[in-house]
C-alpha cells in the first residue's frame, strides 16, 4: 500500500491572467478568494506577482485617466477614487511645497 505523501488539500490552479485582471480592477483579496473559492493564502503564495502587477498598472491607469478626465473639466469622481486608491487627501505634505519667501516690491 503507497503512502499519500502529500499534505493539505489537493492544488487548485488558477488562470493567473484572470488573477491579474481582477487586481487591475483593485479587488481586494477577499473579493478575489471569494470568486476563485480559494483561501487568500492560496492566493498571497501562488499568485502574489499577479496581483502586484494589476495593482500597480491599475493606479497607473487611473492616474492617467484622472488627467485626462480632470482636463475636460469633470473632477469629483476622479478626486474621490483617487482618496481611495491612491491614497490621496486635501492635504499637502511640507516636503513638496516651500514658502516662498516675501519681499517688498520697489
Not at 502529500?6 to 488558477?14: A, D, H, N, T, V
Not at 481582477?22 to 501562488?46: I, P, Q, W
Not at 511640507?94 to 519667501?101: H, K, Q, R
Request: aromatic share 6%; with cysteine.
Amino acid at each position: 500500500m503507497e503512502k499519500n505523501t502529500s499534505k493539505g488539500r489537493p492544488k487548485k490552479e488558477l488562470d493567473r491572467e484572470q488573477v491579474y485582471k481582477l487586481a487591475l480592477m483593485h479587488c481586494n483579496m477577499t473579493e478575489m478568494s471569494d470568486f476563485f473559492g480559494v483561501d487568500v493564502k492560496t492566493l498571497r503564495v501562488n499568485y502574489s506577482q499577479e496581483i502586484l502587477k494589476g495593482k500597480a498598472e491599475g493606479k497607473i491607469r487611473l492616474r492617467k485617466k484622472q488627467f485626462e478626465v480632470a482636463e475636460k473639466g469633470n473632477c469629483s469622481m476622479l478626486i474621490w477614487l483617487g482618496k481611495q486608491v491612491l491614497n490621496q487627501s486635501d492635504q499637502q505634505n511640507g516636503d513638496d511645497f516651500e514658502s516662498l519667501p516675501l519681499t517688498d516690491i520697489v
